[in-house]
Structure formats: structure tokens, C-alpha cells
């Protein structure tokens, strides 16, 4: 019985994450506006998944200001992040999720483990850099 214990403790202890993240520092803060959609999945990931990830990374460099596309307040907030981005593609208007690094870029759309590559594209527009190919498809950069 006592070798059962041992060995079920061991098996538990080995499965669980232990995944540490790690803190980044950037050259000035910045502030990340989310547009979701309740009833979106990728939305909810987002929600749930990456917004604790960025600000464990960034801690007090990021703001992050949640906005639900549904709510009639928001639409003057998004007309006018949508104004300020080239080309941005009007058939997408109002679809979730939109992720926007305020004076940098927006993203349309998440899926999921594309938030490394959302990081290190946080930190290379902040340092002036070229942003990754990954997530190039429906990413609009500020005018």
C-alpha cells in the first residue's frame, strides 16, 4: 500500500505544469485594447488564456482595456481605433476577437498558441523591429 502512495505521488507531482513565465521589459509602456464578442470562443481563450500571460510578462508596462463589440458604448471607442489603422478591411468590421497594441498595430482573430508570437510582436514594434510573418494575415498597422 505504501509503495501504491509513493508511486501515485510521484506520477501526480510529474503531470503537473510547472511552465514559469517569463517577465519581459519594454522601452515604454503601452496599452493593448481587446474587442470580444460573448459568444466567441477564440474570444473567451483570449480572455482567459493570454490577457493573465501578458500581464504576467509585462506586469505594470501594459494596460489592457476590454470592450465588448455588442455593447453600443463601444462603437465610437472601435470606430475610432479603426479610423487610425491602414487599410483596414471593412468586411471585418465588428468581428472578434481584435486585439489592438495602441500606435502599433491590430490583430483580427487568435488562435491558440499564437501568443508567443503575439509577445514578441508586442516587443518589436515597441523597439522599432519588423513583426513576425506569423501572425501577419488581418494585422493592420497604424497609419
Known sequence: KKIFIILLTILLIGC????????KSLSKDITLSFYYIQSCSECKLFKTKVIPLLEQTFNEQITINQYDLDDEGTESIYDSTIDQLEEFDYEYYGMGPFIVVEGYFGKLGYTEGDEDYLIDDIINAVEGNEL??????FRFMYK
Open 16 to 23: 503537473q505544469s510547472h511552465k514559469t513565465v517569463e517577465e
Open 132 to 137: 513576425s510573418d506569423e501572425l501577419g494575415a
